[in-house]
C-alpha cells in the first residue's frame, strides 16, 4: 500500500493552454474522487468515480473540465483552455468502499497555477 | 444542504498546552466525520474517523469526540508541540451513495516552541 500518488505536484501554464492531471489510488480501492482546494478554503467537491463509472459532477465542473477513470485504475483530470481562475489545488482522494467506516485517503495534490 | 464551520480559524499557542478545535455541522445526519491534518503546499493526512454510531475516537495526543445531536465535533489534542503546527481540518459526508465530502475551512494551528 504506496497511498494516493498524484502527478504532476506542480503545473504552471499559460492562460488558454490545456493541462491534465494524473491520479494512482490506493490499489483496490473502488471509490475515487476529485476535489479542489483554493487558498485558505476547504476542498470543495468535484467528480467521483465508482469503479470506471463517473457517478457525480459538480456544477464547479464546467464543461471545460473531463475527468475519465479507464478500467477502474487511474484517472485523469483535464481541463482545457485553463483561466486564471482555475488556480487551485487539485486534490485526488480514493476509498475502498462508501460508509461510515471507510476513510477517504488524499494524495499530495497537484497545484495548478495559470499565468 | 450541510455547511461546516470551524473556530478558530487560527490560533497560536506556546508549546505544551493542550488544545480544542471545534467542527460545527448543521445537518446532524451525517454518516460520520473525519479529521485531516494539511501541512502548507500539501495534501490532507487523516487523523481520525468518528462513525456516526460513536462517541470518540483516539489515537496517540489526539482524540476527537462526536455530539451528533449538538451537531459539534471537537479535536482535542494534547501537550501540543511545535511540529503539530498545521492546518486542521474536519469533514462531514452527505449523500449516502456518493459519501462526498464537505469540508470546513480549517482552524490554521501554530505552536510555538
Known amino acids: 500500500d504506496t497511498g494516493v500518488s498524484q502527478d504532476p505536484r506542480h503545473k504552471i501554464t499559460k492562460r488558454g493552454q490545456n493541462v491534465t492531471f494524473r491520479c494512482d489510488p490506493i490499489?483496490?480501492?473502488?471509490?475515487l474522487y476529485w476535489y479542489r482546494q483554493t487558498l485558505g478554503q476547504g476542498p470543495e467537491f468535484l467528480t467521483y468515480?465508482?469503479?470506471?463509472?463517473?457517478?457525480?459532477k459538480s456544477r464547479l465542473l464546467s464543461d471545460r473540465f473531463s475527468a475519465e477513470r479507464p478500467k477502474g485504475s487511474f484517472s485523469t483530470l483535464e481541463i482545457q483552455r485553463t483561466e486564471q481562475g482555475d488556480s487551485a489545488m487539485y486534490l485526488c482522494?480514493?476509498?475502498?468502499?462508501?460508509?461510515?467506516?471507510?476513510?477517504?485517503?488524499f494524495g499530495p495534490g497537484t497545484r495548478l497555477t495559470v499565468t | 444542504k450541510q455547511e461546516v464551520t470551524q473556530i478558530p480559524a487560527a490560533l497560536s499557542v506556546p508549546e505544551g498546552e493542550n488544545l480544542v478545535l471545534n467542527c460545527s455541522f448543521t445537518?446532524?445526519?451525517?454518516?460520520?466525520l473525519q479529521w485531516f491534518r494539511q501541512d502548507p503546499g500539501k495534501g490532507l493526512t487523516s487523523l481520525l474517523l468518528?462513525?456516526?454510531?460513536?462517541r470518540e475516537q483516539t489515537s496517540g495526543r489526539l482524540n476527537a469526540s462526536l455530539d451528533k445531536s449538538s451537531g459539534r465535533s471537537t479535536l482535542y489534542i494534547a501537550a501540543s508541540q511545535p511540529g503539530d503546527s498545521a492546518t486542521y481540518l474536519c469533514?462531514?459526508?452527505?449523500?449516502?451513495?456518493?459519501?462526498?465530502?464537505?469540508f470546513g475551512t480549517g482552524t490554521r494551528l501554530k505552536v510555538l516552541a
Open positions: 482522494a480514493s476509498s475502498l468502499e462508501a460508509g461510515p467506516s471507510y476513510e477517504q485517503y
Open positions: 490499489s483496490e480501492h473502488n471509490r
Open positions: 468515480f465508482q469503479n470506471e463509472a463517473q457517478l457525480e
Open positions: 445537518d446532524s445526519a451525517i454518516y460520520n
Open positions: 468518528i462513525q456516526s454510531s460513536q
Open positions: 469533514a462531514a459526508p452527505v449523500d449516502s451513495g456518493t459519501y462526498k465530502y464537505i
